[in-house]
């Protein structure tokens, strides 16, 4: 069982930076693909960003590339998600999310653990 825990988010202004961090445990960590997601009122999960098991790709949704970069250590089984120049459009729950059954996707029913998200506020 593979288990995520967000860290990370809070309330920033516009224009600012913010960095979450997902701890996972359980699996093995290294032959997991990553990726963020979020979710604002009344819309679907969004793929924000992914990364590949090795950390060698990685993907951006158009709306964020740029601007925040996807990073994993595998050293300390952790993914990152660097937020910077945010909107407020971009205020979100933001989840992170691990897939076993691939080693990079963007499909978002292929990943099968989820994290419980953090809130990311931008005010204008």
């Known amino acids: 069982q593979v288990q995520l825990v967000e860290s990370g988010g809070g309330v920033v202004q516009a224009g600012g930076s913010l960095r979450l961090s997902c701890a996972v445990s359980?699996?093995?960590?290294?032959?997991?693909?990553l990726g963020w997601f979020r979710r604002t009122p009344g819309k679907e999960r969004d793929l924000v960003a992914i990364i590949s098991w090795t950390g060698g790709s990685t993907r951006y949704a158009d709306f964020v590339q740029g601007r925040f970069t996807i990073s994993r250590d595998n050293s300390k089984n952790t993914v990152s998600l660097e937020m910077n120049s945010l909107r407020p459009e971009d205020t979100a729950v933001y989840y992170c999310?691990?897939?076993?059954?691939?080693?990079?996707?963007?499909?978002?029913?292929?990943?099968?653990?989820w994290g419980q998200g953090t809130q990311v506020t931008v005010s204008s």
């Open positions: 359980g699996g093995t960590f290294s032959t997991l693909a």
């Open positions: 999310a691990a897939s076993t059954v691939a080693t990079m996707t963007d499909k978002i029913d292929w990943y099968d653990y």
